[in-house]
């Protein structure tokens, strides 16, 4: 740009000129140069943008990354830019990846959690009729479940859901866009579980000790528990 052309865009636009309103595609400049989720207040924040004004950006950037290969996650009060479960065939080519290393157990469990969230470790373990501390460890340490509070049950076990980063790893924008069980799955979402009962909770309660106090679980364990 010439020296000329610059100072006369300089001109057009007076010192003291409030900043235009924010826009969905700002609100997607910068979740897209953040290296973590952004809460809802910050981002707000940032753009300096009222409620109302950047409630309606995340709607209009929601629809606008519809037919993209990008995903808008929102998670509670988080916010963050992810590649879409379409595009997971092209993320994997490039990541070297070919799919998950989790063993089976893990995946079970988090399918569960997803489903059932938020559910304790008793009630995964009735679901899925094995120990499910491995399972419970490898999800935790990934990131992708978390404590979801307790039961107000004797013992108050420890209650799991999913993540953030649950969703940004499957490209889900929230957990509502989970694909419908089906056939005898379905039946998981409105199963009964005694253990999650209050006269089931004191069980539970000692379910959550640690795992050295009730004997191993490890890969090899779950594994011959599944086949």
Request: charged share 30%; net charge negative; glycine share 8%.
């Amino acid at each position: 740009m010439s020296e000329a052309k610059a100072k006369g865009r300089a001109e057009a636009v007076p010192a003291d000129a409030p900043p235009r309103p924010a826009t969905a595609a700002d609100l997607e400049a910068l979740l897209f140069v953040v290296d973590r989720p952004l809460t809802r207040r910050e981002a707000a924040k940032l753009l300096g943008a009222e409620k109302a004004h950047f409630d309606r950006l995340v709607r209009d950037l929601g629809a606008s990354l519809a037919e993209r290969g990008i995903v808008l996650v929102e998670h509670g009060d988080e916010l963050q830019l992810a590649s879409g479960p379409d595009q997971a065939r092209a993320v994997l080519a490039w990541v070297g990846a070919g799919g998950s290393d989790m063993t089976a157990a893990p995946l079970e469990t988090l399918a569960i959690i997803a489903y059932r969230q938020p559910i304790t470790k008793g009630g995964v373990e009735e679901i899925r009729g094995v120990d499910a501390d491995y399972a419970l460890r490898v999800l935790l340490e990934r990131g992708l479940i978390e404590e979801a509070g307790r039961m107000e049950t004797p013992g108050r076990p420890i209650r799991y859901a999913t993540t953030l980063e649950f969703l940004r790893r499957f490209g889900l924008p929230t957990i509502t866009a989970l694909p419908p069980l089906e056939g005898d799955a379905e039946a998981l979402l409105s199963l009964e579980l005694k253990s999650e009962s209050a006269a089931g909770a004191a069980n539970d309660a000692e379910s959550d000790a640690p795992a050295d106090d009730r004997g191993p679980s490890t890969p090899a364990d779950e594994a011959s528990a599944t086949d």
